[in-house]
């Protein structure tokens, strides 16, 4: 599975943006888990929101509860994230990531056999 990441930017504090994660390759059925990972210069990958496509369920870091909502087009294969208030320290390279079968540990990058290639998010002060 192919996965395109977009729709990254530079917003002020409070602002939002929408990333859009796009898949080819597979139907979506293929697509036990759908997460969305950020990584800010000179730290760690870190997850921010799964999907779990069989049944929609959701699951997000605390950082990103009740800020950031991770939601699917199943006509359109793809997966957005909404983020809102967003923070300075919500900047990071955002990556979308996929995997055939769902898998309880939904917050590990290793657990992701596809990428994206990452849409730059940076919030200003």
């Known amino acids: 599975v192919q996965l395109q990441a977009s729709g990254g930017g530079l917003v002020q504090t409070g602002d939002s943006l929408r990333l859009s994660c796009a898949a080819s390759?597979?139907?979506?059925?293929?697509?036990?888990?759908m997460g969305w990972f950020r990584q800010a210069p000179g730290k760690e990958r870190e997850f921010v929101a799964a999907?779990?496509?069989?049944?929609?369920?959701?699951r997000y870091a605390d950082s990103v509860k009740g800020r950031f909502t991770i939601s699917r087009d199943n006509a359109k294969n793809t997966v957005y994230l909404q983020m809102n208030s967003l923070k300075p320290e919500d900047t990071a390279v955002y990556y979308c990531?996929?995997?055939?079968?769902?898998?309880?540990?939904?917050?590990?990058?290793?657990?992701?056999?596809?990428w994206g290639q990452g849409t730059l998010v940076t919030v200003s002060s």
């Open positions: 999907f779990r496509w069989g049944n929609g369920a959701t």
């Open positions: 390759g597979r139907t979506s059925v293929s697509y036990g888990l």
């Open positions: 990531a996929a995997r055939s079968v769902y898998s309880v540990r939904y917050y590990a990058a290793e657990e992701y056999t596809s």
